[in-house]
């Protein structure tokens, strides 16, 4: 079946990288996504990866993916206080009109 | 252009109560969604739809009914309100198939007492 699975909780130090992974079961889908939510917020669209790519860099936002053993990581460098937010990962699929959303990853910052 | 707009914000209801969450959105978008995403379980989909006039069940569809009378807009209901029912529901639209690039609304926190 479908499932995407991230860690809860990440945190970083301001300035640092911060890696946020991400593991999937479905080799089926096309897509994969990263979206960010602020406190109080919808989601937002961050990056994303077609399936058969292995990576995406955008500024500060490193995607890579590993098709082999299922494992999509964010890096976001040089990490600033407005990153805090939840980032889920989720994956698509060409066939169908959904995505399924991991439980997402809370990125704290620490000074 | 105020994207996707979710009417009401909050609202607390009593077991066994009614409602009606709206959401509109005004980017001519074809696909719509409905979410409930609660604490340690991310997003999970309770129907969706692919054109006005149509709707499909989720992931989560039961004690919930829509419809998409019209294209902006898609309405979520409760007929019957349950305490299992508290969450912040978020609706989506998006205007390829394959769904990426959903824009969501702000979220209705919704609580069954």
């Known amino acids: 079946g479908e499932d995407v699975e991230q860690s809860l909780f990440l945190s970083v130090r301001e300035g640092d990288s911060s890696v946020i992974n991400c593991t999937y079961t479905?080799?089926?889908?096309?897509?994969l996504y990263w979206y960010k939510q602020e406190p109080g917020a919808g989601l937002q669209l961050l990056t994303y990866?077609?399936?058969?790519?292995d990576m995406k860099q955008d500024q500060r936002l490193t995607v890579l993916l590993n098709k082999k053993d299922k494992h999509l990581s964010l890096r976001i460098a040089d990490t600033q206080t407005g990153d805090s937010a939840i980032y889920f990962c989720?994956?698509?699929?060409?066939?169908?009109?959904?995505?399924?959303f991991g439980s997402g990853t809370r990125l704290s910052i620490r000074p | 252009n105020a994207g996707v707009t979710q009417t009401p914000k909050f609202r607390v209801l009593k077991t066994g109560q009614s409602m009606t969450l709206l959401c509109a959105q005004d980017m001519n978008h074809e696909y719509m969604y409905w979410y409930r995403q609660d604490p340690g379980m991310g997003l999970r989909l309770i129907h969706y739809?692919?054109?006005?006039?149509?709707?499909a069940k989720g992931e989560v569809p039961d004690g919930y009914n829509v419809s998409r009378l019209k294209k902006q807009n898609f309405l979520l209901g409760l007929e019957s309100a349950a305490p299992s029912q508290t969450s912040v529901y978020f609706c989506a639209s998006s205007y390829s198939r394959e769904g990426h690039e959903q824009y969501f609304g702000p979220g209705t926190r919704l609580t069954v007492t």
């Open positions: 989720a994956e698509g699929y060409s066939s169908a009109s959904k995505i399924i």
């Open positions: 739809s692919v054109g006005e006039g149509t709707t």
């Open positions: 479905d080799s089926s889908s096309t897509y």
């Open positions: 990866i077609f399936s058969n790519m």
